[in-house]
């Protein structure tokens, strides 16, 4: 067993979903928070879960560099060691390699690479990149994949999508022969009992640049392999969004409908709300949380920018139709003259914010599926209410 | 009405006491944790109330400059502006505008001094600082004085002490006419009824160095003017920590017994309990915030230093006898790795945990002082059940 996934709903394109971990339920669509060195920057674990979110990200890369694979594992994992007792989900490691060294090295055999921290030179393959994940120990982990720059000839593209489909096997191949590594498994372990027999679920990265052809080859062979579930990599590299949408929409088209569609690095709340509209089922983005600590909070009523000082005297709440802790207490000018001190509190206070606004308009998309409307942001109690 | 305080307990000098204010009640003795600029650096309002704080210290001297005394009056004051419904006590000025400030020009009428933060140029006179007292709300405000720097001739510290004397009468004549300028009793204010007809309460500030007498003849000559509570100021300035002690005993012995005695500026968790134990009732210090963002922890077992390799691997929570929300989630190593990481959650926590030891080490001092047991650091189940 390693997770599950059952669609309860659809409505056009959308899908509503239940996608069963070892370590819980994940409604979808669903918007994944980015804990990139297993901390969600500012926000402890508690208000995580007092916020709803039932599937954090991890960086691989980043976990790898620090604290280190070997020490998480001798942890117990990820979960233990971040006190984070609900799904988490780590991607591959390639998207970070792609976009922190310009130095790096790809060869058929994997990617010589420069730590950003310390320039120290390090060398991943799929297979140490399985063992990375294997030792973390989410419930979900990403096949190592070779982010293609853009723009690139079409010949590029095809070799860098062919060489992330023979990566994903050797993926695959290491995981089916290790996935029983994962550090709940230890016998020393006092995680609660019925995580025994669980295991991780790997998921198949397509990739094929923004040539739809080779977006729909990368998916067809990719499921030749067969995951559990498959990601849209490779975007959000620089290309225009109608670019992205337009990428994302054709190869939807030739993932199997009864598996999860993760698409990775995306997006506003626009945006999300469109993807989850068009049929993804799980998205991930570092907008919502660096944005906050840059004072940029979304809102029902739009973007706010709480350095301006208009606000500087401004009673009301940052967003009035929002529940989070921060709409319920502090005022837009107590915000603003947080972020203007530079204390440390702006930063929390956005980033909760924030996330609260991502997660509650998931659930809005959700519900939108189940009843049958329009999934759009801000549908309103009128259009909720319609037949 | 402003503040009323009884004493409930006595156990040799130390006394057991409850201090009602306008926000509420405060049981003493008390450590009141900073909260510079309207923020307790990096920690929310909901946990401080959640950790059992009863009373925050705002800086008079960092309101004034940023976000401005004006702008805080016209949000309704300090409680409203950060949405903190307890007690709140604000200094006056004076210990910031000596300790950050090198150029700073004394004479009869106030302070010339400049703003750290950009060069500005400001005057704080004790009518203008017991204006921006007034304005920030406080229920608790401090007479404007001159923090007399060590070393110095008796000459000068006597000098010193008379000027503080004198702009403590003026701080009163100031304060009394215009006390019910506060501005909860805005006629627009939508603060709880309940405060109508409260008022601020003004404690005067006992200086003269390190000489016992000029100590002495301060605190006879303030108790004059007539205070509702009287603080030590001018101590922790570079002058040994037994000589702090001998000042701070010999002064204690001239305030009245029946007013709220407030230590400012210190200290250790040894050093607050050891105050207590000598009769101080309030006490406020930046150590355990400011250690914390250094990662230097206090717990039962003495100080740790987090940031140390040894804790890497350690999976112990930082002090298995504290019941903080941190000792109850995270394991040494995770906030090791925070540290070492540089997560803003670093700070988070470790100023959460700090500030609960601090709070939980007045509140064992209390119950010492209730039950008639030693005041001492940890006196441990044995000594409390001890008749």
Redesign the interface.
């Known amino acids: 067993m390693s997770i599950s996934f059952e669609i309860e709903a659809t409505n056009g394109c959308a899908r509503l979903g239940r996608l069963k971990t070892p370590h819980g339920l994940v409604e979808t669509p669903v918007f994944m928070p980015v804990g990139t ?10 208000i995580l879960e007092e916020l709803g979110v039932q599937i954090l990200l991890g960086n691989t890369y980043h976990l790898y560099l ?2 280190g694979v070997e ?1 998480v594992r ?3 994992g990820l979960h233990r ?3 984070w007792p609900r799904a988490i989900l780590t991607d591959s490691g390639g998207f970070q390699v792609f976009s922190l060294n310009e130095l790096r090295q790809v060869s058929e055999e994997g990617v010589k690479f420069r730590s950003h921290l310390d320039g120290s030179s390090h060398f991943f393959t799929p297979e140490s990149a399985m063992e990375a994940q294997i030792g973390l120990g989410a419930d979900i982990i990403m096949a190592f994949d070779e982010c293609t720059e853009h723009p690139a000839d079409r010949e590029r593209v095809r070799q860098s999508m062919e060489l992330t489909l023979r990566w994903a096997e050797r993926s695959k191949k290491y995981f089916e022969g290790h996935k029983n590594e994962v550090p709940w498994s230890r016998p020393s372990s006092v995680v609660d009992r019925r995580l025994e027999d669980q295991l991780q679920a790997l998921f198949g990265i397509v990739q094929g640049g923004m040539d739809l052809a080779l977006r729909k080859e990368s998916a067809e062979r990719l499921i030749e392999i067969e995951f559990p579930g498959y990601a849209i990599g490779g975007l959000s590299v620089g290309e225009p969004r109608a670019l992205t949408r337009a990428v994302v929409e054709a190869t939807l088209e030739h993932l199997p409908s009864d598996k999860p569609r993760y698409l990775m690095g995306v997006g506003t709340p626009e945006e999300i709300v469109e993807y989850a509209g068009m049929g993804v089922d799980m998205m991930d983005c570092v907008l919502p949380t660096r944005a906050a600590r840059h004072g940029l909070l979304f809102t029902s009523g739009g973007r706010v920018s709480i350095k301006q000082a208009r606000y ?2 401004d ?1 009301a709440p940052l967003d009035a139709n929002c529940g989070c ?1 921060v709409c319920q ?3 837009r ?2 915000l603003r ?2 972020y ?2 530079n ?3 702006a ?3 956005n980033t909760v914010h924030n996330l609260s606004f991502y997660l509650d308009t998931m659930r809005a998309v959700r519900h939108s599926i189940a009843l049958g409307n329009k999934v759009q942001l801000f549908p309103g109690e009128q259009s909720l209410a319609e037949p």
Chains 1, 2 share one sequence.
């Open positions: 060195v297993a901390s969600v920057k500012g926000v402890s674990q508690d620090r604290p020490r001798q942890l117990g060691f971040m006190a500087a005297g009673e802790r207490s502090y005022s000018a107590y003259h947080l203007a001190a204390e440390v509190l930063q929390v206070l």
